[in-house]
Nanobody
Framework: VQLQASGGGLVQAGGSLRLACAASRRTLSNMNMAWLRQAPGKEREVVAAIGRSGDMTYYLDSVKGRFTISRDTAKTTVYLQMNNLKPEDTATYYC??????????????????WGQGTQVTVSS
């Protein structure tokens, strides 16, 4: 499984960014997708996840109402739209894939396939 994340950058608090994860058509068809993040000195956490068909999602409580995960099968890309960013959102964001059911989506060790990270920095 090859995943390529992009779209990170430096933004002021209250701003927006959209992350993109390029995957193969086979990966997108067969696996549930997610965005995870890790800040320095903190454990990796699952920010958002979406099912293979796109009808089920999961969000970390602290990002609900601000972040939206979506998938574009035609473009074989998974997106994370991040609005109203806060300094505490600063982290390296990773795209990941799993075959696990929704009950495990919030469990970061459950993701066996990872892409390289993209850095998101939110200034206050």
């Amino acid at each position: 499984v090859q995943l390529q994340a992009s779209g990170g950058g430096l933004v002021q608090a209250g701003g927006s960014l959209r992350l993109a994860c390029a995957a193969s058509r086979r990966t997108l068809s067969n696996m549930n997708m997610a965005w995870l993040r890790q800040a320095p000195g903190k454990e990796r956490e699952v920010v958002a996840a979406i099912g293979r068909s796109g009808d089920m999602t999961y969000y970390l409580d602290s990002v609900k109402g601000r972040f939206t995960i979506s998938r574009d099968t035609a473009k074989t890309t998974v997106y994370l739209q991040m609005n109203n960013l806060k300094p505490e959102d600063t982290a390296t964001y990773y795209c990941a894939a799993t075959i696990n059911g929704r009950e495990y989506w919030s469990y970061s060790p459950g993701y066996a396939s990872w892409g390289q990270g993209t850095q998101v920095t939110v200034s206050s």
